[in-house]
């Protein structure tokens, strides 16, 4: 059973680097057929996918976050990140680590989820 475990900063000012990680276990980063992604949703709003990595190191985002999210992994911890460059408040929400084969995490359906995190963006 995968499970997994954010951790990060909760308070951030605009034109920060949010940087969020998110730690795995029951499964592999490296081997495992999942993709292994971050999805948030703000206050209000529903759930929005940003970006996935998958075990060839490979990365997908969705076009609303390309310019500003990267996802990489650290296989020797077995963890994965998300950084998103240039925070406004509009980027407050509770962000998610999630895991399942793409199109599901890309869905905002995947069957694996961290708690969440939340993420306020105030000055």
């Known amino acids: 059973q995968v499970q997994l475990q954010e951790s990060g900063p909760g308070l951030m000012k605009p034109s920060q680097t949010l940087s969020l990680t998110c730690t795995v276990s029951?499964?592999?980063?490296?081997?495992?057929?999942?993709?292994w992604g971050w999805i948030r949703q703000p206050p209000g709003k529903g759930l929005e996918w940003m970006g996935v990595i998958v075990s060839d190191g490979n990365t997908f985002y969705s076009p609303v976050f390309e310019s500003r999210a990267s996802v990489s992994r650290d296989l020797s911890t077995n963890q994965f990140s998300l950084q998103l460059s240039s925070v406004t408040p509009e980027d407050t929400a509770i962000y998610y680590c999630?895991?399942?084969?793409?199109?599901?995490?890309?869905?905002?359906?995947?069957?694996?989820w961290g708690q969440g995190t939340q993420v306020t963006v105030s000055s």
């Open positions: 999630a895991a399942d084969y793409g199109p599901d995490v890309v869905g905002g359906h995947p069957r694996f």
């Open positions: 029951g499964g592999s980063l490296s081997t495992s057929a999942y993709a």
